[in-house]
């Protein structure tokens, strides 16, 4: 049994991670701004295992590390429209806020860090099988971060600091926090909602897939495994059968529901495409993915239809952190002496 901290474990991975950790008997620590709730907790927080901490990881403290045996950090912006909002907001929560959090985990003593990083690091992917050795070639301020963070956090490791990075790829599957923003759970919602399925960018781009599920039981195997194995080492995280170009996840989610149109959006091609090779993880620490995308666009489709989520703003990462900053102007506004009446 360890106990975990989550930094940004309040978000679309980091509440179904924390429940996989939980089930496994681990304690869980949770830190994040909750700018998604913290409602989506309370059946947690009744298993006495999980703490929740507000706070944001440019802020964090010291005593926030005490008695911690691992950390796993997946808080800042999370993707790449809405790190756009504000470059200087990105660079300070992603860059900054994360290296501040690895050094502060660094002097408690704590011996393993694992850090969120992404396949979107590889960007125009030059080959047709990534792996961890390919030249990155980010396109977004996104992507620029997690190689920035990557590069800092691997100063940082030495032999009593283990620090691991965990390259994910695209992300499906239902949660807590639920995003409409990723690219089966949009084409899903709008399949059901309007029987229509817009392809932008073209649709040829190449995107790996990965189950929630799947990859909360990755950064579990990676805290569970031995130091040597992954300690400064990098995974993909993902399989080698769930590389898809975009408009196979269009045929795969009218497939579930049926009679939906496939629009393609005139548009320029996306410029992230990559196809990546996931052998290592599964090499290293005999990890397999369990879920299909098949059977993540049937949970979503399932929930729609029983009302377990909704396209609500916060579902949408960009469009709700576009209107926090709207709101905090408007406020600043009318607000005197930090009240509005
Ligand atoms: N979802 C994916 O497909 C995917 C793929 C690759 C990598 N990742 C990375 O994994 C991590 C988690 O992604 P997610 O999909 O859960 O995103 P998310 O937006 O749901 O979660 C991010 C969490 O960070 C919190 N946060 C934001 N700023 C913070 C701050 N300054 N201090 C503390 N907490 C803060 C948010 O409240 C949120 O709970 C991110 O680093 C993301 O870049 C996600």
């Not at 304690?27 to 989506?40: C, E, P, Q, S």
């Not at 239902?174 to 960018?201: E, P, Q």
């Not at 005999?286 to 729609?304: F, H, N, R």
Request: hydrophobic share 40%; charged share 25%; glycine share 8%.
């Amino acid at each position: 049994m360890q106990n975990v901290l989550l930094i940004g474990g309040g978000g679309y991975i980091g509440s179904v991670l924390a429940e996989v950790l939980l089930k496994a008997g681990h304690t869980v620590r949770l830190y994040d701004r909750f700018f998604f709730g913290k409602n989506i907790f309370k059946d947690l927080e009744q298993t006495g295992n999980l703490t929740l901490v507000q706070g944001d990881n440019r802020g964090a403290q010291p005593d926030l590390f005490k008695g911690i045996d691992a950390v796993m950090d997946l808080a800042g912006i999370s993707n790449d429209p809405a790190c756009d909002l504000d470059a200087k907001i990105t660079e300070d929560v992603n860059f900054r806020g994360s290296s501040h959090t690895a050094k502060l985990a660094k002097a408690a003593g704590v011996p393993r860090y694992i850090y969120s990083s992404s396949c979107s690091i590889y960007g125009h992917g030059s080959s047709s099988s990534l792996d961890e050795s390919s030249e990155m070639a980010p396109v977004s301020l996104y992507a620029r971060m997690k190689i920035a963070t990557e590069a800092a956090l691997r100063e940082l490791q030495d032999e009593n600091f283990s620090v691991t990075m965990m390259r994910n790829a695209t992300v499906y599957g239902l949660s807590r926090r639920m995003r409409f923003d990723l690219v089966i759970n949009i084409m899903t919602l709008h399949a059901y909602k309007n029987r229509k399925i817009y392809i932008v960018g073209g649709g040829k781009q190449w995107r790996p897939l990965i189950h929630v599920r799947d990859v909360s039981r990755a950064f579990q195997a990676v805290m569970e495994a031995p130091r040597e194995k992954v300690a400064g080492e990098a995974f993909n995280v993902g399989s080698n059968d769930q590389n898809f170009q975009v408009f196979q996840v269009a045929q795969m989610v009218r497939d579930v529901v049926p009679n939906t149109d496939v629009i393609v959006v005139p548009d320029d091609p996306d410029k992230r495409t990559y196809n990546v090779e996931f052998s290592k993880i599964s090499r290293t620490l005999d990890y397999k993915t369990v879920t299909s995308p098949y059977e993540g666009i049937v949970e979503i489709k399932q929930a729609l239809e029983r009302g377990l989520v909704d396209d609500v703003i916060q579902t949408r990462t960009v469009e709700f952190y576009r209107y926090l900053l709207e709101a905090q102007k408007v406020l600043n506004e009318v607000c005197l002496d930090g009240k509005i009446f």
